[in-house]
């Protein structure tokens, strides 16, 4: 029975670790599809938004796919 408790937890663990390292592409976060992402769109991904003003150097009508590659590499990296 104790078996069957840590399989169950090393499998609840794996599947958490696997939905938080999961990161919303460029064109999932732009969903009006204008080639930026603003700040509200921004909102739907945490670590994005709560850099979002170091992140949108240029700031134009919002972040651009290299902005947006970028600040993922850099602040929405989870570590395994
Ligand atoms: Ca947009």
Redesign the pocket.
Known sequence: MRIIQLVTLMLILTLATFALAQVPSFEE??????????RS?AAALPCLAANYDNIDTRSE??LDRSEYQAAVAEYCQIES
């Open positions: 976060l732009d969903t009006d599809a204008d080639g930026y992402i603003s769109e009508q919002g």
